[in-house]
């Protein structure tokens, strides 16, 4: 019989990531499709509490790893005691979220364990025995399918690219006593904005372009903090200083699929492009008729951003009266 | 301080990306090929790092001859040496099958800091990296913008989801960079023309001893490449003032595309 699917989940600061819901959902249905258990890990410090919210997923079984010295995550230390736990559960496939945190620990597990991995994928299909990932290239200009030989097949899933499907089951959880191991990295100090919505999981992005002509970005913050979204930027309105690198939007920056996106005064650059062109709805908003971005978009307004965004607000504060 | 950057020639951003014959790789005729951006942060890094604590810099590459053209951009922005695997086959190999090109290179030179990219913008791995530093036994600090080095140790800024953590590592260890790292330099003209005297040596990838067994173990095999769906044009809202065109905008959102 197969082994199965492992999740390695998310904590930040004792909450679960969205992904990590994503990954479970996901990992839910190619472990019913090669008949197979759903496990999952959940790594931390105090964490027994939040970690029962994962039988809402279908999980058959957590592991917990609940121990002082594993609160914050390090790469040394979370692959020691994930190797450990992968090497004597033997899992056929491994899922976690490609995260900051799951971009480091996939590739570093996939060299420990020489596993084969896909990073970023947005789709995943069963093909026999193996797995077919869909992972974009080129910051999503082109898309690849490619399939994963070795084991275990470690899938790190790009945020907000798959549904989340809850699935009660009673799942029994295993507390697990973690082989940390040898380590060099210490950690020092965290900083972290609270209550800002992360950019690549957001269900709503509001971004600025050259056309906002300053750092003055608060009638877009006012929009995404209305439907709870994150505020982007283009890759010229980093340049020019007007908002931090952690915003960009593209190829060279962070590629999102939120269920809505607004490109103000955003012209639609190729590289721009390469990094929203999977959101859901495109709304374009820009003084240039000509400008390519409205050849992409679901719904296009010419005029003034900035008489256009405050009446965009007001509208959608009337209707969530 | 001997430092190592791993460097990558890709298309450069603006470049359109067509699917060849064979459906499994990248027309590449027209494609203006240039340093990994994320890779010329390492270079300019190493480079700082250099003038401040002294030492070498080396720029190891694995990809096809052409990759030397890169390698000598590197050169003339101020690295001391360059080394090339040159492998043909690149677009073949998956991210771990070069991470151990690059660690069995890695293991037969000095280093002290090996700094790499994040990832390379073609395919988009974010692999290469922190595999590198596994293969060697060395602790790896990713997506950082900011580094100290002082009592052979290196703490790092690492960027994460909504802010940063604080990272010390002893050396040796392996760095990634995070657009924000610095403004990398462009090459001066004295440094283009001594770049052409630097040392450059091309090995072949039959000089490099892979393991078989471990090669054909894992394989992450491209099996189709295919275009996104192109996204047709919509519909442009229409209005006698901009507060009318906002308002079919909030009930198009609403109704038909039933986001709101």
Known sequence: MSQGVLVISELSDRVFRKVTFEAMSEGRRIADHMKGNLATVVIGSGIETVANELKKYGADKIILVDDPTLSEYMTDSYTNVLADIITKEKPDVLILGASAQGKDLSARLSARLNAPLAMDGVAIRVDNESLIVTRPLYGGKILADVRLEGKPQIIAIRPNSMSITECENAGLMKSWDPVVGKTDLRFIEKQVETGKVELTEADVVVSGGRGMGSNNFSILEELAGLLKGAVGASRSAVDEGWRPHSDQVGQTGKVVSPGLYFACGISGAIQ???????????????????????????????????????????EIRKIKQ | MEIVVLLKQVPATESYIGIADDGVSIKTDDIKWVINPYDEYAVEE??????????????????????????????AMGADQGILVNDPTIATRDGLSIARILAAVLKSIPFDLII??????????????????????????????????????????????????????????LITTQRGLNEP?????????????????????????????????????????KLPSERKGGRIIQGDSARAKAAELVRLLREEAKVL
């Open chain 1, 272 to 314: 721009h492009l390469a990094g929203m062109s999977t959101s859901k709805i495109i709304v374009a908003i820009n003084k240039d008729p000509d400008a390519p971005i409205f050849s992409k978009a679901d719904y296009g307004i010419v005029g003034d951003l900035f008489e256009l965004v405050p009446l965009i607000s007001e």
């Open chain 2, 46 to 75: 190493a480079l700082r790092i250099k003038e401040a604590h002294g030492g070498t810099v080396t720029i190891l590459s694995v990809g096809p001859q052409k990759a030397t053209e890169t390698i000598r951009t590197a050169l």
């Open chain 2, 116 to 173: 790499a990219g994040q990832r390379a913008i073609d395919d988009d791995n974010f692999l290469v990296g922190t595999a590198v530093a596994e293969l060697l036994g060395i602790p790896n600090i990713s997506l950082i913008i900011k580094e100290d080095i002082a009592d052979g140790k290196i703490k790092c800024h690492r960027t994460i989801e909504g802010g940063t953590v604080v990272i010390e590592s002893p050396l040796p260890a």
């Open chain 2, 185 to 225: 330099r462009y090459a001066s003209l004295p440094g283009i023309m001594k770049a052409k005297k630097k040392p450059l040596d091309v090995k072949t990838i039959m000089d490099i001893e892979l393991d078989r067994a471990q090669e054909t173990a894992s394989v992450t095999r491209i099996v189709a490449l």
